[in-house]
């Protein structure tokens, strides 16, 4: 029996999911074990397999497969679950073309080295260093933009490799709403007489106990360790290579077992949206999160909504008490919930409270936006970037490694990225409105440790979909109504009343 | 200008072995790292990969560059490095173009599959479960055999894979003189009166301290940590993505540092090889290993004739006794070097002695040499292999695990590689025999730990060369005559008289 074109499509794409798969082994191996001199050996074997990737990719319409099931789909004879499979890989497809193959293979090389660069850069505080491979990656980025065109600015062509179907201008839009909002909001923090002694959290946190609490959290939330793991790695991040093998990474420090339990809750976030994306699709878009913001709301919602409020610390700091004595024994718990939730103006952005943050954000999309459009001078980054902070946050960057050297993503060509951040921030505010209706006494639970409601609402309403909607529609078969940055707002404005008066 | 035939082939090479080191990637990561849930896509990952460098690496030739390359060769217009790339390489493409690429495919996707099933078995020591896996793999590999041809036995056609020109009826004569030589020395042991207490060096060792101590020994043997790690697995072993990156793994007991030691000693032997291979022919056989016989005799080397030396003990064992004080302070070096020594049957060959390991040997060799021509059934295995070990040891193998289970070749398909572990027993006390004649009071300098002149006369005589030659001619080119036996049992007599009396 013939198979039929649809399955010859799933197949094509299992075998591309799979490469794929074995790209994000190379990074997170690069990041999380290869030692230092395998740099320039690992550069190319990403290189040489993304090339093939993008090959194969293409070579799934090459003898008009895919052509054919677009007509199929526009004369409505391909529904459901196909009429996405086909609807989105045409999307990609369409995409991908575009761009040569030398390309694809220059920017995977690139931005591979220009990581290793970057970190060695971070580590010396040496902008200069890691300049000229910005410059590269930069001048790739604007290619790509040409190559996949645009309607009104290149970092359009960027933005909607992330979130589909957003435009700068929208993005400008919702982020300036975002500003308005929020520096007022961090006036009256400031002018506060409420004040928070984050050091009262501070003492010694041997490395291997807190990889076992981590690990506890991660667990207790519903991350499967047999189907993941947990491992250390300068900066944060998920990656998955199947709903049977997702891995999170976190970072540490000696003296703040907050600021690792911090990226630990944040990356289970993503990582349980990876785990339960339906596994009898891999490699279709079925089996794929509908836009990195949409990624980025169910890290947020852990991490925030839920890894921050009272009822989840009631669960965990018995538990957080029993395993470190010092500092905690004496702490009680509604300080310890003000410490972890204070408001201030900082240099880093994966440490920044969830107000601050989002300026942090906003600061990042104005300049990549200018990178992009060329209206800026790269070696002047530091300046602006500091000028910046000085103008948002009000603090004054001591160096580039607190400054524009802090995180990874334009070192690996992550352009258009940045805006999803906040994005996520406001979908999760408002898929979390909707839950706590949906979930009756939804605080008590959380108080118990009892997640399993949580996670099914989040896996019934958001993961098992994968890309069926998106994001904007998912939002508003969700919620009932679309994106509105009022949800986050009126979340901030609760919360932060109790805390600071 | 047009590049050179030979430079074209070189650069298709590299990408064939940029792709081939991420396959080892993905099996180490499988040992290491893998969660168990991940273990069918990473089977799939494994067998998708397989089959792109299979074609890749018959495309080399898809335009006749190979064809004209070897007629150049033919024709002595090919010399020296080139004419080795060339040499080597129609050889092993001669090989591989026998096999189908759904043959491949099918061997790599069953092999990663079945070592996972033989994990688990061994786990429960349930032969019963791998069993129907083994079949699988046996039936493949007999077809591998026929696909690739061979004279008088199909085992022939496997173990020339690992030792390029050995057949069964050579390997057959080399292991019988050594089964004739330990047989007979064994008896003589087991009548010595004196009487060795291995449980003097048991004691507590905590797992960091003994990774510590072992990334010190792989250090000081010359090991570049900067150019690659030392993990944990549940069967140590070397693998290499680049000379730059090199990967070695051990396992612990928390009762027996000893256990772990040996084991890294045995790998660094491996992975200086790999480290020493000269990286600007990377992808070329000129940065391959000659053969595993040759591999081995480096492991071998290391482990046994220098890692089992007094003068070794001598620089290593105060720093043992300090790291761990107990069991050691209290025990004499002669002591210590005795129990390290000690010579008795035992199950598992991985803990051998150096005299008794070959009799585990001979009994794999003879029984997949039987597997693979088909005369024996594979369910009565265990039985077969209990009564070889009462036969050649005296021990009655208590359970399948410290039996047929032990060890994971022959889940992943590795037939005809167990052989080259006794052949680098003799590679290795014949090149022993030679170093010490080249490096003067080598015992003094090994006594003080420098062994700068042993890493330099292993690189300059063996590893810089990659397959330049083959393994008989190497041995013959640096001792100045065939393999000989002879040392490896002259070297076991007048080491064992010393201990035994």
């Known amino acids: 029996m013939t198979p039929k074109p649809i399955d010859i499509l799933k197949e094509r794409l299992h075998e591309v999911a799979h490469l794929g798969a074995t790209i994000a082994l190379l990074h997170w191996d690069q990041e999380v074990n290869m030692p230092a001199k395998g740099a320039d050996a690992r550069a190319s074997a990403i290189a040489y397999l993304s090339a093939i990737v993008h090959n194969k990719f293409l070579a799934i319409n090459e003898d008009g497969l895919l052509d054919k099931l677009k ?12 009429a996405v499979i086909v609807a989105e890989t045409w ?21 591979s080295k220009s990581q290793t660069v970057w970190a060695e ?6 902008f200069g ?32 490799t992330y979130e589909p179907g957003m435009t700068t201008a929208e993005t400008t839009v919702v982020l300036n709403d975002l500003k308005d909002f929020l520096v007022p909001f961090l006036q009256k923090i400031k002018a506060s007489k409420t004040k928070i002694d984050t050091k009262k959290i501070l003492g010694q946190f041997p490395l291997d106990k807190q990889m076992a609490f981590n690990n506890l959290i991660a667990e207790k ?14 900066h944060p991040f998920s990656t998955s290579f199947h709903s049977t093998d997702v891995r999170m990474t976190t970072r540490y ?3 703040d077992v907050l600021y690792s339990i911090g990226s630990t809750i944040h990356e289970t976030g993503h990582s349980l949206y990876e785990q339960n994306l339906p596994a009898e699709f891999f490699g279709t878009p079925l089996a794929e999160a509908v836009s990195l913001g949409i990624h980025e709301s169910q890290s947020r919602l852990w991490e925030n909504n839920i890894g921050r ?21 004496k702490l009680k718990l509604e300080e310890f919930y003000k410490i972890i939730n204070k408001i201030e103006p900082s240099f880093i952005r994966t440490e920044a409270d969830e107000a601050t943050y989002n300026l942090h954000i906003i600061l990042r999309f104005e300049l990549e936006r200018e990178i992009i459009e060329g209206s800026l001078e790269l070696k002047d980054l530091p300046k602006i970037w500091n000028a910046k902070m000085k103008e948002y946050l009000g603090v004054k960057v001591p160096n580039n490694k607190l400054g524009i050297l802090q995180d990874v993503h334009w070192s690996g060509g992550d352009f258009g990225y940045f805006a999803t951040y906040s994005l996520g921030n406001l979908y999760a505010a408002q898929f979390y409105n909707q839950m ?10 959380i108080a118990k440790g009892n997640f399993a409601e949580i996670n099914n609402w989040l896996k019934q309403h958001i993961h098992r979909h994968g890309k069926t909607y998106r994001a904007g529609d998912l939002v508003k078969k969700v919620t009932g109504e679309p994106l509105n940055s009022r949800y986050f707002i009126d979340y901030l404005e609760a919360k932060y009343k109790k805390i600071y008066g």
């Open 309 to 329: 409020s009272l009822p989840f610390w009631k669960y965990f700091y018995p538990k957080l008490q029993k395993e470190f004595p010092a500092p905690f024994k």
């Open 436 to 445: 706590r209706q949906a979930i009756p006494q939804i605080d008590k639970k």
């Open 121 to 126: 850069a971070r580590a010396k505080n040496d």
């Open 71 to 82: 007509r199929g789909l526009e004369a409505s004879k391909i529904r459901g679950n196909d």
């Open 221 to 234: 939330m519903g991350f499967d360790l047999g189907a993941g793991r947990i491992d250390k790695s300068v």
């Open 91 to 111: 999307r990609n497809y369409e995409r991908e073309k575009k761009l040569p193959e030398a390309f694809i293979k220059e920017l995977a090389e690139t931005s």
């Open 253 to 255: 420090r000696k003296n």
């Open 129 to 160: 260093l890691w300049l000229p491979w910005l410059e590269k990656i930069v001048k790739l980025k604007r290619r790509e933009a040409e190559y996949v065109g645009y309607q009104d600015s290149p970092y359009d062509a960027l933005i909607d």
